[in-house]
């Protein structure tokens, strides 16, 4: 049974971890902890979004994520509903928004609310009308429609039920809807709780139903694939 709390949050610091050993325990971990959320209490090394915002919106990672070149990709079209699934800062939410505008919306899904006040104020300040923040659950992102895209960028390793998480991602989606996954090859080799392979994912996701239609060569480090219900689906 899941703890929730302070010491649900404690059990789930302890586990092996050296990003968190050298950021977190270095020196501020009780103070951070007591101001933890459930939503930092069962996930792989989440974090407190102020001190992920910063790291998630570095000028040098922004460049290396490539991110319009990503977005060009998705033969997005106004009017479509796109969900970009743990969203963080946003780096991608408002690209995205603007690809589905006119008449289309973003909901830029999170677990914390700190993500989602940074989102909307990001737009606000771009002018862009068309993002929805939305706070999901761990297992569920919580949809408050139905959706013809749902986006992943390095997160699905940060979930920890994905096989669950994807099937009921996959309950929101539109008949001819995708999910496009964007996810490292090896993500934190040395954290087993954080390490999947690309067959795992391509196994959650057939249980799920969907299956890959399309594929990108754009890095080394991490696969583009878009899978769909619909194998005929033309996008
Ligand atoms: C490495 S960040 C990536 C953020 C963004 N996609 C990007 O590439 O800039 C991973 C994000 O996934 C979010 N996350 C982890 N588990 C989640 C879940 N179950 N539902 C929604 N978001 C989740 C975290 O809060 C974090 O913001």
């Given amino acids: 049974m899941r703890e929730s709390g302070w010491k649900g949050s404690c059990r789930k610091f302890a586990m092996p971890n050296v990003i968190w050993r050298k950021t977190l325990w270095a020196g501020c971990a009780a103070v951070m902890m007591c101001g933890m959320t459930d ?3 069962f996930q792989p090394a989440n974090r407190p979004a102020e001190e992920w915002i ?4 570095r000028s040098e990672r922004v460049q290396r994520i490539k991110v319009d070149e990503v977005v060009a990709r998705l033969d997005l079209k106004p009017g479509d509903v796109a969900a970009d699934i743990g969203a963080g800062a946003g780096v991608f939410s408002l690209p995205l928004a603007r690809a589905v505008a006119p008449g289309g919306k973003l909901l830029a899904v999170e677990l914390q609310q700190g993500f989602l006040d940074h989102i909307e104020l990001r737009a606000k300040e771009e002018k862009v009308g068309n993002v929805q923040p939305v706070l999901g659950e761990f297992d569920d992102p919580k949809l408050p429609s139905r959706i013809d895209v749902a986006f992943f960028h390095d997160v699905l390793h940060h979930i920890e039920n994905r ?3 994807l099937k009921n991602l996959a309950s929101y989606l539109k008949p001819a809807g995708r999910i496009v996954m ?7 080799a040395d954290v087993p709780e ?4 690309r067959d795992q994912v391509e196994g959650w996701l057939a249980a799920a139903g969907l299956h890959p239609v399309k594929e990108f060569d754009l890095f080394e480090d991490k696969y583009f694939v878009v899978f769909a219900k619909n194998v005929f689906a033309k996008k």
Avoid: C, D, F, S
């Avoid at 954080?194 to 392979?197: T, V």
């Fill in 39 to 41: 939503a930092n209490a």
């Fill in 54 to 57: 910063p790291r998630l919106e």
């Fill in 163 to 165: 096989k669950t998480y």
């Fill in 182 to 188: 964007l996810e490292l090859h090896n993500p934190h």
């Fill in 194 to 197: 954080m390490h999947i392979l």
